[in-house]
């Protein structure tokens, strides 16, 4: 069985909300607000050509310090130290650390990222976190400029590990992604917390 696992918001802390309360707080006065200017950063095409690594930072950041009237000191400050900001998750990781221990009794047990995710942040979580180590292989992003939930992304993952699609399980926070996965013939599960998807391996594929 392989178990595919998106990063942000599944394995790492990811709160953009959050985010822009801190780092703008008059702009961001309400949850409400904070949403909405989230939402205008994160989802835009700027920052999803940002993830793909087809956009460099400092154009991400003057593009955005215009089109949102932000202080572009401020937000060069977020954007560059957004790395530090994505924590591991325990529950996750032990989860993962489960998963890990158990592929010793079955030998058909592969563990795989796919996570969007730009490339300066990657090349920081790769030296930072020893415990990717426990992955037999995986792919970010703005490596193979492919993004989830485009196709050729998971393709390219199912290609280049020989994954079998009704053998493999991925585990995503955002449902666009999940439902882009199934597309491919994944299983796919929207993941909520590690008891949620521990009770679903377990269910699903008899694990843990």
Known sequence: MNFVFDFGAVLFTWKPVDLMA?????RAATPEAAAELAHAMFAHADWNGFDQGVLEMDVLIARTSERLD????VLRE???HIDERLQPIPATVALLEQLHTLRSQHADMRLYYLSNM???????LERRHAFLQWFDGGI???DVLHIKPHPEIYQLLQSR???????????DDLLPNVLAAQGQGWHAVQFESAGQLQAHISAQFGYL
Do not use: K, M, N
Not at 161 to 171: G, V
């Open 22 to 26: 801190q780092c703008f707080p008059q």
């Open 70 to 73: 932000l202080d572009a000191l």
């Open 78 to 80: 977020l954007v560059a």
């Open 118 to 124: 730009p490339r300066p942040y990657a090349r920081a």
């Open 140 to 142: 970010f992003s703005s």
């Open 161 to 171: 590990y020989a994954l079998e699609p009704t053998h493999t399980l991925f585990i």
